[in-house]
């Protein structure tokens, strides 16, 4: 069996409205369970404070990117995106993160993976959660990453280096279940995997306007029965199959805007309401809104003329370029996706994951966030 390391090199860095530990594949663990064993210890988990670890009580600051060299010839490096749960000892792997993404780009320079350009650099990422590719694009002022810049996203305070995001279509379709609207539960709903899959749902239809705070959502106890409901079903109808004890379908509460972008947003992931939303989940919802006949068409402020669709979220907004392709006698599909991120290197050094628990995961590695 491989041994375990007591100490490893990681860098901890801020990737758009997410926080996470950043890992060479080479420096953990081939065996995926004693790799998510020890990934349960340098977080801190399962405890709620994660007091022993390097986790933030949250699932957005419970992440982590395992960064190798990519032998597929459309990529320069791989990514593995894995969600450590924070109260439970659970290492979840099956879906991908677009505000970590924001950070692989910076951690392959750092690490050598990349060399960089004089001005700028372009990455080539490959998401092995789910098979899809995107590019990053960052300073790097003489050949080294450059962090500062003037580029603002709501949720994260001060100004960083812009991180242009590029997604190439995905390969599977826009509309998982083949129809512009389904019905569950009484419920209208879209689904779309613009690459994250996502319900679309008018919060109306739940009798919630969709401006509430998180926390308030989180409390309402009917509310959590109807989504764990609908997120279920959409799971068999998107072809997922059980999501019981999954993170996707993520759930998106729309409603008609406030502060002049598209829309309004209440994202749950599953079942904590996001404090913003997720990049691929915005990718997701942007799609959706100009899907005719779609839910919430008839709630987003659309400008068909422009790509820029502007989401609004609890704690500001995030801007997608998004557009699609309708042939004449079938369903959409995506054409172009792409958004601004900023990163930050928060510390570069070594982590000792603490002694060993004798406890089993209490759960397969099942996947994380987008």
């Not at 990519?70 to 990529?75: G, K, N, T």
């Not at 109808?237 to 729309?254: I, Y």
Request: hydrophobic share 40%.
């Amino acid at each position: 069996m491989t041994r375990v390391p007591e100490a490893l090199p990681c860098l901890l860095m801020r990737g758009g409205t997410s926080k996470g530990a950043y890992f060479l594949a080479e420096d953990l663990p081939a065996e995926q369970a004693l790799r998510d064993q020890l990934l349960l210890r340098v977080m801190g988990s399962p405890d709620p404070r994660q007091i022993d670890g390097l986790g933030g009580a949250h699932p957005l600051t419970s992440k982590v990117a395992v960064v190798s060299p990519s032998a597929d010839p459309r990529a320069d490096v791989d990514y593995l995106f894995l969600q450590v749960a924070v109260d439970r000892a659970v290492v979840s792997d099956r879906q991908n993160c677009g505000n970590i993404l924001a950070g692989v780009g910076p951690f392959a320079v750092e690490r050598g993976l990349v060399t960089a350009g004089e001005e700028e650099t372009t990455v080539r990422i490959r998401m092995v959660n789910s098979g899809d590719h995107a590019t990053a694009t960052f300073p790097t002022p003489g050949g080294r990453v450059d962090y500062t810049g003037a580029a603002e996203i709501s949720g994260v305070p001060g100004t960083a280096a812009p991180v242009v995001i590029e997604f190439p279509p995905g390969t599977g379709p826009l509309l998982p279940t083949g129809s512009v609207r389904d019905e569950i539960d009484g419920v209208a709903v879209t689904c779309v995997d613009n690459g994250m899959p996502t319900v679309l749902i008018a919060a109306a239809s739940l009798e919630v306007t969709g401006h509430e705070p998180p926390g308030d959502l989180e409390e309402n106890v009917a509310l959590a029965d109807r989504l764990r409901t609908i997120r279920l079903a959409a799971g068999r109808l998107m072809g997922l199959g059980d999501v019981s004890d999954t993170t996707v379908p993520k759930l998106t509460l729309l409603a008609a805007p406030r502060d002049g972008g598209a829309v309004s947003t209440r994202t749950f992931i599953p079942v904590r309401c996001h404090p913003s939303i997720g990049v691929l989940g915005a990718a997701s919802v942007a799609a959706g809104l100009r899907i005719e006949g779609g839910v919430g068409a008839e709630l987003a402020m659309v400008d068909a003329g422009r790509d820029r669709i502007r989401i609004e979220h609890p704690t500001g907004f995030l801007d997608i370029e998004s557009s699609l392709e309708t042939p004449p006698d079938g369903l959409p599909s995506a054409r172009r996706t792409a958004v601004v991120r900023t990163a930050r290197k928060i510390f570069d050094g070594t982590v000792f994951p603490g002694p060993a628990e004798t406890a089993p995961l209490s759960a397969r590695s099942l996947g994380g966030q987008r």
